[in-house]
């Protein structure tokens, strides 16, 4: 399971963001004439605080990130806002006081510099003084190697990382590199560091395999002599460099509150202008042919693998087996109206109140019935990894032919290639496309639809 304890705390960096806008407005009110200071003035300089603070990484601190780089950050989101701030007046306020406006932006970036860099000095000696917000590290590699960053952990307890055991590789690798997966498990290890140096290809392949089979986050300790293909992300402990395996966009909170409000909106405009009369006529057909619940309930595996009931209209007859067997052609347990439900895709439309309440969003990997994950996880490679991120009701995969019933281990496995692909380059424009694409193969008709 994910760590709740992240890189950073959820709720800093909106936070962040609203003390941010509130003092740029509230400087402009003070400081701006009225001539100056207007309801367009206000809804432009918030725009344009959030579209330069996206394009720079103003709000991209962590606690690895130097001070110098938080300063240079602030130095250029100054330069640009003052800009922008100079655009606006300059086009709708006659002649504007130049000196008004420097003195305006000034006195509001000095004021966010003064909280931006207290909030970083303040969570540093949080995690000092109380050890909040940490993470459980293991180190695995040579200990020459290694012991740099090992230093680097117990000297600089502010970032907030716990190291809890060196694994080292000049003994058996094979026995340890086993051992620390068994430790990792039992002692719920967050983050996993390993020296690529002392590892051949086939054991960091398997790393790689237990750490997105388990939800774990990896990171290694280059060599700098060799050449890596894959397309990593490198950051700096200190002066150490660490390359991460991934980088999922979604991990940002900026993207999660863009991704979450798309799926509030999507799913209250379904549930108001469709579901609120679809859901009595297709009621009265699915009691009518027969006796049983007309919503269907099912346990699936969300976010972080935790277990939620997936809402979908009835389309089978009540058995003991819905929970077991996967619909399968011309299966008999699916009754007329639940024929035409599952050809259309109309019995997946409960799922909105699911991406409503938070559990799914609107595009995501598909969940699976609980005992399939088990089956697949234990099966095939990194079918964990969907769990990074929320379940959909649509996505990748299935818009790319690979819906319905796993025929085969091709089937999951694509699918699961596809979900990754999704999680690592996901995008709002992404996410549109794809509800586009289903929407488009639900009225074409779709083979494996049944």
């Known amino acids: 399971m994910k760590s709740k304890t992240g890189r950073y705390s959820a709720y800093i960096r909106p936070f962040s963001y609203v003390l941010d806008l509130a003092i740029i407005n509230l400087f402009a009110f003070l400081t701006l004439s009225e001539r100056f200071y207007s309801l367009y003035f206000a809804v432009f300089i918030s725009a344009s605080w959030i579209i330069i603070s996206l394009n720079i990484g103003f709000y991209e601190v962590y606690r690895f990130t130097k001070v110098v780089a938080i300063g240079n950050r602030i130095l250029k989101q100054f330069a ?20 008004d406006t420097i003195k305006y932006t000034v006195s509001a970036i000095l004021l966010i ?23 459980k590290v293991v180190i695995l590699g040579s200990p020459k190697r290694v012991a740099q960053l ?15 055991k060196n694994f080292s590789t000049e003994t058996d690798k094979k026995a340890v590199i086993e051992a620390c997966y068994k430790f990792v ?14 590892l051949n290809n086939t054991q960091v392949n398997d790393l790689i395999n237990f750490a997105d089979n388990n939800l774990k986050i990896l990171k290694f300790l280059p060599d700098n002599k060799e050449f890596f293909a894959r397309n990593l992300k490198l950051d700096y402990y200190g002066y150490i460099p660490v390359l991460s395996l991934r980088s999922i966009p979604l991990d940002d909170v900026i993207n999660q509150l863009i991704k979450r409000a798309f799926d509030i909106v999507f799913s209250l405009i379904i549930i108001v202008f469709v579901l609120s009369w679809l ?24 976010l972080n693998y935790k277990e939620f009931n997936c809402y979908k209209f009835r389309s089978m007859t009540p058995n003991e087996d819905a929970d077991i067997e996967q619909v399968s052609k011309n299966d008999p347990r699916i009754t007329k109206i639940g024929r035409f439900m599952r050809k259309t895709s109309i019995d997946e439309l409960p799922q909105f109140f699911n991406v409503f309440l938070g559990e799914m969003s609107v595009v ?46 091709q089937d999951i496995i694509y699918r699961v290639k596809y979900d990754i692909f999704y999680m690592e380059n996901w995008s709002l424009l992404l996410d549109i496309k ?17």
């Not at 498990?185 to 002392?198: C, H, M, N, R």
């Not at 794809?434 to 049944?450: P, Q, R, S």
């Open 364 to 409: 995501g990997p598909r969940p699976h019935m609980v005992s399939h994950t088990e089956m697949y996880a234990a099966k095939v490679d990194k079918f964990m990894v969907r769990h990074f991120i929320k379940p959909g009701i649509t996505g990748l995969a299935q818009t790319n032919g690979f819906r319905g019933e796993v025929e085969n281990d």
């Open 150 to 164: 090992a230093t680097f952990f117990d000297e600089n307890l502010d970032y907030g990382y716990k190291l809890v």
């Open 279 to 302: 859901i009595p006529i297709l009621a009265y057909f699915i009691k009518k042919e027969s006796k049983g619940p007309v919503f269907f309930m099912q346990m699936r595996n969300g």
């Open 434 to 450: 794809i509800v586009f694409m289903t929407l488009f193969n639900a009225i074409k008709g779709e083979a494996k639809a049944y």
């Open 80 to 99: 640009l806002f003052t800009l922008v701030c100079f655009a606006f007046l300059g086009m709708y306020v006659k002649d504007p006081n130049p000196q």
């Open 185 to 198: 498990k039992e002692e719920k290890v967050d983050e996993i560091y390993v020296s690529l140096f002392d």
């Open 113 to 135: 510099a003064l909280f931006k860099i207290s909030i970083y000095y303040f969570l540093r000696k949080y995690r000092t003084l109380y050890g909040g917000n940490y993470r």
